[in-house]
């Protein structure tokens, strides 16, 4: 005899009080959230101002105007 042998084959505990939650509902509750509000915008910001600093860079060197930094 395993451990749920005794309550298996017992029916669904349907609520009196409470009414069904909507499967969209349930399926909220699970769904995966942003824990950081803003982190993605932040990345975009830094990967953005990097690009812009090595473009800014290989530019200077390119033009020999590293010397004026």
């Keep these: 005899m395993s451990n749920y042998d005794d309550i298996i084959n017992l029916p669904h ?8 939650m909507s499967m969209w509902n349930r399926a ?6 942003a824990a950081l509000t803003g982190y993605e915008d932040a990345i975009k910001d ?11 860079k ?3 060197e390119e033009y020999g105007i590293n010397e004026l930094i």
């Design 46 to 56: 830094t990967v953005q101002e990097n690009l812009d600093s090595y473009e800014s």
């Design 58 to 60: 290989n530019n200077e």
């Design 13 to 20: 505990h349907v609520s009196k009080r409470h009414p069904q």
């Design 28 to 33: 909220a509750q699970f769904a995966p959230f």
